[in-house]
């Protein structure tokens, strides 16, 4: 299988509908776009981290 990914992945029986749950409300928004570019996202949480520090120091 060149260029080709194959995993298989056992997820127990019981943990099944929370994560199918969680997947759902990520596909949900990246169908609506609303997701953020990593980048971004990073840039963000360092503001986030710096001014909350700032703010406790």
Known sequence: ?????YME????LN???DL???LDKGINDMENGR???HEDT???LMQR???HV???S
Do not use: C, H, R, W
Not at 1 to 5: K, T
């Open 15 to 17: 943990d099944t509908p």
């Open 49 to 51: 981290y710096e001014d």
């Open 20 to 22: 199918l749950k969680e």
């Open 9 to 12: 992945v056992m997820i127990p």
């Open 42 to 44: 990073m840039k963000i």
């Open 54 to 56: 700032s703010q406790n």
């Open 35 to 37: 997701v953020t570019a």
């Open 1 to 5: 299988m060149i260029g080709e990914l």
